[in-house]
């Protein structure tokens, strides 16, 4: 019996940086403002936002290093470089905001610029950029910054992605898949191949990071790279199986071995031996009683206790588990005759940009949706925007949607806004009658979930739908389903839908 399966494999380029490099956090950063204004810079950006805006605007921007408040709702934006020092002092209200990182999540009791210097540093585009904030030597309350754009390692080729690791020394290594040409199915001696001449080596993950990552373009390079439309791939990493004192032998010590290798089934082959099978990566076993021999199959019992009879018998036996945005199921079935037991999986996952949550029986995947043109519109379009989508208008079912509904439409505010409104707002699952609110989608309980604006009347009058969030990023409210736009104020700028998941 032949098995065929388009094999891609991880290229990891190694290089090392010093011991002593700059640590770049993966935590958010930080605005701290101090009472003061700006003395040297080569320009800025003015905004008429309020400052609260415009501390948030550059805290999500990574290209911006400062901000001044000019007035309550005038502010000038400092890109990276452009803002050379400034004055602390009493100005009149006039604040000067900086980007930092700060250890823990609790604002420090003291200023944490003095002693200094303060150093923030962020990837972009595989650059390091580095703005260091300290005090000046000559004058008391003058703070002067600088910046460096370091280049550690040479950019990530197309289709990697840059990670940081460490042992011993600090590595930035890039990852990605890479493809075999002719034969497009290969063996893992090609593979190893292909990493050598690529001046690279197989590697597997390091962390939970790269472990998502590459689940990720992994799963993805299915409906993307896929020109034989096998049902399934699967990807050769670092790990070969030896008889000596390791189970495995790597060829990329970086990652260290199978420490952040995720599994599903494993195998006793000795006291000190087994071998470990990932989803989908055994489909039948043998039930016996040879020598020692052992399975040991992830499932979900319904109690806390061990089962006095084989749980597996009659079956079948599920194991459900969520793995990056997808819904992973493994279903053990018994076969009475051949004393087998087969394994079979499905997989359910959200399109891009969507998200996957389980409601009470049903799985559902939910995101915005934008209006194209115009890009401000009202209710009755938002529904049809879902319905296009074989969807619905949706709104949250639990605390959980809550909150990620209000992340990607807050967010939304600063990526999705080419007209620059001062707030967006999304039409939600909800339209009076006069009695009662009525809704498209049953799976998520009405408005038990909902979370009202302070004030909001919720009439329940016909012509009055419900959007979230209101103008003050926060919580639903109800407004004319007419409504498209005010001014340069609020834009209904989408729907949030709830569409079919994809099923394999």
Known sequence: ???????????????????????ISTEEPSMIRISGQPICSTGYEALDISWEKCMAKCRADVNCSAVYKKSDVKCQYYQFGSLSSFDQGDFAGREIALKIQLSGDQCPTSNPLVPGPINFTQVINGQHYTTTVSKSYFFEYMYNLNYSIAVPVQTCPNNTKQFQRFKGETYVVCIGLFFFEAPRCNNVT?????????????????????????QNISNSSKYTSNPDSYKYLTYWIDGESTMREKDYVFFDYSH??????????VFKLSDIKCQFFAFQGISTVQESAAGGYEIALKIQLPVSKCPISNPLIPGPTYLTQTINN?????????????KQYKLTYRVISCPENTKLFLRRGAK???????????????????????KAKNGTLTGPANADEYKYIQNISNSSNYT??????????????GAGTNTAYTFEDPTHDGTTNYQWAEGVSRSKAAGQCLHNPNPLHVNISEYPCTATFLVKAVCWRGALCQIPPIIE
Do not use: H
Request: hydrophobic share 40%.
């Open 1 to 23: 019996m032949y098995y065929y399966f388009l094999c891609f494999f991880f290229l990891s380029l190694l290089i090392v940086i010093s011991a002593d490099e700059q640590f």
């Open 326 to 338: 997808q819904l992973r199921t493994t279903t053990v079935s018994f076969d009475s005759k051949s």
């Open 190 to 214: 090609q593979a190893y191949a292909v990493c050598r001449a690529q001046k690279g080596t197989l590697t597997g993950p390091a962390n939970a990071e790269e472990y998502k990552y590459i």
């Open 416 to 429: 999705s806004n080419p007209d620059s409104f001062d707030y967006l707002t999304y039409w939600i699952d």
């Open 256 to 265: 260290d071995g199978f420490t952040n290798y995720k599994w599903e089934v």
């Open 364 to 386: 559902v995947c939910i995101g915005l949706f934008f209006f194209e043109d115009p890009r401000c519109n009202n209710y009755a379009q938002a529904s049809a925007l879902c």
